[in-house]
């Protein structure tokens, strides 16, 4: 084999190489969030890995492959060497500049990086101000992508010396076919590399899940193969699953007000449309682990949720995403997360929707929405007043630094007692989402509190016992307001985070974040085995306030008499919970069943042998697709 081979070749294997350690560093990173219970499941993964891994060079290795192989007669020249140089190493060092970012932050996503994060990433202004924070929370990370770097420039240096050669032959016209047979058999070898295999269509991040399970599908997924397969994926694909009359007849997201209200008789008044406020308060990264009401075997870390828990009716939440900027749509406005963009910065982010503000507000409410981040994170504050926030508090309203966490914006405490002095102006009734957001990395606690609350045994623990405490103080506050006794508060959580004990490490268990209804006109609480989705919430409020008028919705109205389910979109599969089974959907494979109860790692497929219910779940599934697509395609998300 020529030198130039060799050297190409070499330089091939070396970005092979360090992409799989990149690979090995964020599994070890990250051990805790997956599950590998065999040797076969191991292997799997590895296979799974390495296809992924070429099919990734593949495509971000091409210049580099393509200069170092045309037959050009000047490709010994200085130059031309440096330019096929700086193509090698601009794309090694991108692949492994991103796959180690996704050790950190993939914790927080449960996904793998998508090219979409330039469509929220830094927006508001607060991204620069983290940088700092960053490396000083991940420098373990920094100093692994110093130590590559150095054994990157050391070997190849090493390479270049002995294989860069002068080649003497003759540039005659043998030369110039020899040379181009190779690029082509190099060619098709790369482009069989990128499709993953002889298949008709090439892989996506969807045929992860042929190699693992979905909790472990990350594993084999890389970073750099991710971002590059969704680069101009924005748009969403029109389905046809089912005629319209046969498509309304099993799904549809109008929800009819109900008028059979079970919570009726826990209030001692009951509540009224017109008459009773709303607050809803989301908690920044709160998993139901946290807490005492929804965690009976490990310590709670939320005193005063528990106790307020206590008088209120709870239920088994779940969070239908894994980021802020899915929670808060699902939550306000029953828009889960159905594909791999969040739908405020997707293309149809500008759709008409109702939420529990532009309902509410069209029967006389006042509206508001706080979060004392800085003002146009993630674009809080345009889709707040999209759907129907004529008010919108953050950072720049406080307008008092002397409270500032120094990273996110204004920590809990003040900024909810802030709230509550709002409140306090606003007309009534009034309608208003709270969003905190001291429980975050870096997870920040004012001075006067350190050391105050227990550090338990995650980095989360403390600000969860700081956040406690903020709600606690504000309820005291609130307490003490006119607005306070005719208010029904709904505490939640935007998505959950990580955790450590295994009830809430499965699949789903990490999806499980509280959901709780307190109001001081309940003359009882209750609670209740009825899992609530987050976009649940706002048609079960409706129905809570006796809305006598129809809604759009994608969640269901507790009170619902329609099965109720429970929907999430990951890694390429939709995941549908009815009735203690899970079916997990996969566009042209067969859907998977398991039991939820008996099975909560989803480890033993009996689809087989429930033909019937795996067809219902399969039908109901499809349906919630193609509404959602194609209502988010044709502007049709919204009851007129």
């Known amino acids: 084999m020529k030198p130039q081979y060799k050297l190409t070749l070499l330089r091939y294997l070396l970005a092979l190489a360090i992409l799989l350690l990149t690979q090995i560093i964020f599994y070890l990173l990250n051990t805790t969030l997956f599950n590998i219970t065999s040797f076969s499941d191991f292997m799997k993964i590895l296979w799974g890995n390495i296809v992924f891994a070429l099919s990734s060079l593949s495509f971000y290795l091409a210049p580099f492959i393509l200069l170092s192989l045309l037959p050009f007669p000047f490709k010994d020249k200085k130059a031309y060497r440096l330019i096929t140089s700086i193509f090698f190493y601009l794309a090694v060092e991108f692949m492994t500049v991103i796959n180690l970012i996704d050790c950190g932050y993939f914790p927080f996503t449960f996904k793998r990086v998508t090219f979409d994060i330039f469509n929220y990433l830094g927006v508001g202004g607060d991204f620069n101000s983290l940088i700092p924070t960053f490396a000083r929370d991940y420098w373990h990370i920094i100093l692994i992508f110093i130590a590559i770097n150095f054994a990157l420039y050391f070997i190849d240096g090493k390479w270049k010396k002995k294989f860069y050669k002068q080649d003497h032959s003759d540039r005659n016209a043998l030369w110039y076919v020899r040379q181009s047979i190779v690029l082509v058999l190099v060619a098709g070898v790369m482009f069989v590399f990128q499709r993953g295999g002889f298949q008709t269509r090439p892989i996506a991040p969807i045929h992860a899940s042929s190699y693992a399970s979905t909790q472990n599908t990350a ?3 890389n970073t750099p193969f991710t971002f590059y397969r969704t680069i101009g994926k924005t748009a969403l694909e029109k389905k046809n699953y089912f005629s319209e009359d046969e498509l309304a007849k099993i799904y549809t997201p109008i929800c009819q007000p109900n008028k059979d209200i079970w919570t009726d008789d826990l209030f001692d008044t009951i509540p009224q449309v017109g008459k009773t406020n709303v607050m809803i308060i989301v908690i920044e990264s709160m998993s139901a682990e946290y807490t005492g009401v929804c965690n009976k075997t490990s310590k709670t870390y939320t005193p005063f949720l528990d106790s307020l828990a206590k008088h209120s009716i709870v239920f088994q939440g779940m ?15 029953s828009m889960p997360l159905l594909n791999e963009t969040p739908y405020i910065t997707s293309a149809y982010g500008g759709n008409e929707l109702n939420s529990i503000a532009s309902i509410l507000k069209q029967q006389g409410y006042a509206t508001a929405f706080f979060h004392g981040g800085y003002n146009g994170t993630m674009n809080f504050d345009v889709f707040a007043h999209q759907v129907g926030f004529e008010h919108y508090y953050g950072k720049d309203e406080y307008n008092n630094n002397n409270d500032y966490d120094g990273n996110w914006g204004i920590f809990d405490e003040p900024f909810l007692q802030y709230v509550a002095k709002v409140t306090d102006t606003m007309k009534l009734p009034f309608v208003s989402t709270i969003f905190t957001l001291s429980n975050h990395p870096p997870y920040t606690i004012p001075p006067q509190h350190k050391n105050r609350f227990d550090k338990g045994t995650l980095s989360y623990h403390e600000t969860v016992g700081y956040t406690d405490y903020a709600l606690r103080r504000f309820f005291n506050t609130a307490k003490k307001q006119d607005w306070f006794r005719n208010t029904i508060f709904v505490i939640t959580a935007d998505h959950s985070a990580l955790n450590s004990t295994k009830e809430f490490k499965t699949e789903l268990g990490q999806y499980r974040i509280p959901i709780i209804i307190y109001s001081p006109m309940l003359k009882q609480g209750k609670q209740s085995n009825i899992i609530m989705q987050q976009i649940d919430i706002m048609p079960t409020l409706c129905d809570m306030l006796h809305y006598d008028k129809p809604v759009f919705s994608f969640g269901k109205s507790i009170f619902d008499k329609f099965p109720h389910y ?9 995941i549908l919970m009815l009735n203690g089974f899970v079916s997990k959907y996969r566009e042209g494979f067969e859907t998977q069943l398991f039991n939820a109860k008996t099975d909560p790692d989803m480890k033993h497929n009996i689809a087989k042998e429930n033909k019937n219910l795996t067809d219902y779940h399969s039908r ?5 697709i193609q509404q959602y697509n194609n209502r988010l395609i044709r502007n049709q998300t919204i009851v007129k």
């Open 620 to 624: 109901l599934t499809k349906a919630i």
């Open 566 to 574: 429970y929907i999430l979109y990951s890694n390429g599969e939709y």
């Open 219 to 221: 594993l084999v997924l």
């Open 319 to 333: 969070s239908n995403g894994k980021k802020s900027i899915d929670g808060i749509p699902g939550i306000t406005a």
